[in-house]
């Protein structure tokens, strides 16, 4: 069907194009930049940034203080309460799911016509509604999923 690698290629790039114009991306992008106009927002995702590197370097230490580590965990965990309860945090949290299960569902309708053999060769155990090795798209009935 195809001849070249350059047409694949073509046809992923129409792929990124068209997933960039779904609803799924564009929610993404819009929260995403409501989320970076929260000056309050990004005042507390620095501070956990920073209070989590310095947990890390203290963690590392041959001698670490726990007294300091318990102190760094517990504004850690007050840091992340305080962040996703923040409605743009929210919103953003929620489309990246979204996004993140649109582009699960494409590599895994990729996946399934390029290595379906490699999962089963057995048609019964195929995903549901998938009997030419398509993804169903239902991962609760899925073997390969499930």
Same mark, same amino acid.
């Given at each position: 069907m195809f001849e070249t690698s350059n047409? !694949? !290629?073509k046809i992923a790039r129409q792929l990124g194009e068209a997933l960039k114009e779904s609803g799924e991306y564009k929610a993404f992008c819009e929260t995403r930049d409501a989320m970076k106009l929260n000056s309050d927002l990004k005042t507390k995702l620095d501070e956990f940034k920073i209070q989590k590197s310095v947990f890390d370097i203290? &963690?590392? &230490?041959?001698? =670490?203080d726990e007294h300091v580590l318990d102190v760094i965990s517990s504004r850690l965990e007050v840091? $992340?309460?305080e962040i996703s309860e923040i409605p743009e945090m &929210? =919103? $953003?949290?929620?489309?990246e799911e979204n996004l993140n299960m649109l582009m699960t569902a494409?590599?895994? %309708? !990729?996946s399934s016509y390029v290595g379906a053999e490699? $999962? %089963?060769s057995n048609p019964e155990e195929r995903p549901v509604g998938a009997a030419?090795? =398509?993804?169903?798209h239902d991962c609760s009935k899925c073997h390969i999923c499930g």
């Open positions: 047409e !694949i !290629i203290e &963690k590392e &230490k041959e001698n =670490a840091l $992340y309460n &929210k =919103a $953003y949290n929620e489309a494409v590599n895994m %309708t !990729i490699e $999962y %089963t030419d090795g =398509a993804c169903s």
